[in-house]
């Protein structure tokens, strides 16, 4: 028999999570074979025939209790699984707190990239701090199918992120380059998050993401507004307040939402302290009907 599978769908600055519950292992026999997290999104994900979200994230215990409380699974639509994700963290980061799953008000999330801290923060923000970035690189140049040469800069916030700088995010057709460049073979063979960032000043970006896994736009991405603050600190030398962990960069997204980001930048160019503050919302809680439930976990046919 399928067990009852409660969830929560909760809103990063309109990146959509599904978040269930799977610390006492009652999942793990269905997850437990190679496509069996997979179908799981595949099934949940998609927003006619599922609930509709930009990924599933399972709480599960964590592999050292002292270190964090809680480990995250991040599963993307498609069904394959990330590293970490920042808006999805945020949300976690509400999800677990809201449940009284931690005694304090800071909650430690086990991820594959490292431990990710978040707390709530004021007015309706969750604070997340994520582990350092890695790989940072400036200037790197391909050519699209088309002919079209493009000059961006790379780094791997947890998954990797390309930063393409633009004069007007609006005038992006984001589907079409998007997708051009996160097949690129320069990224292959796991591709790459493609964010179209445009500067509106110091400390100010407008930013458009083109996300691997979703395979499309989405509303907000929070690691790809991270590395896009992060670019462009190092490119454009913006004024101390910002690289000192300080001042906030405020990053607009597609959702019209700002994301704040706050990092420290050392001598070198090194990057450490990286938090990120999300606008998180409920958006309901449910129960999946058994007919869905029995799909997502192992039975019926799954929507591509």
Known sequence: MTPPIDFAKLSGSGNDFICIDNRDGRLDEALFPPDGASRLARTLCPRGPGVGADGVI????????SAADVRARFLEPDGSEAELCGNGSA??????IRNRWVRGKEVRIETPSGVARGREASDGYVHVCVP??????TDIEIATPDGTRWTMDFAV?????????VDDVEAVDVARWGAAIRHHERFAPRGVNVNFTQ??????????????GV???????????????????????WPADYLCAGEAVHVRVRSGDD?????LMVEGGIIEKVCLESRVRFVYTGRLHPDLAARALGGGDVQH
């Open 132 to 137: 350092e970035p890695h790989d940072l690189q």
């Open 199 to 212: 500067v509106l000043g110091p400390g100010r970006l407008a930013v458009r993401t083109f996300e691997f």
């Open 58 to 65: 399972l709480a599960v215990q964590p592999t050292d209790a």
């Open 157 to 165: 916030t947890g998954v990797p992120h390309a930063v393409v700088f």
């Open 91 to 96: 949300c976690f980061t509400r999800w677990v």
């Open 215 to 237: 395979e499309g736009e989405t509303l907000a991405c929070g690691t790809g507004s991270v590395t896009a603050t992060l670019m462009a600190a190092r490119r454009f030398g």
């Open 259 to 263: 994301l704040k980001v706050h990092f």
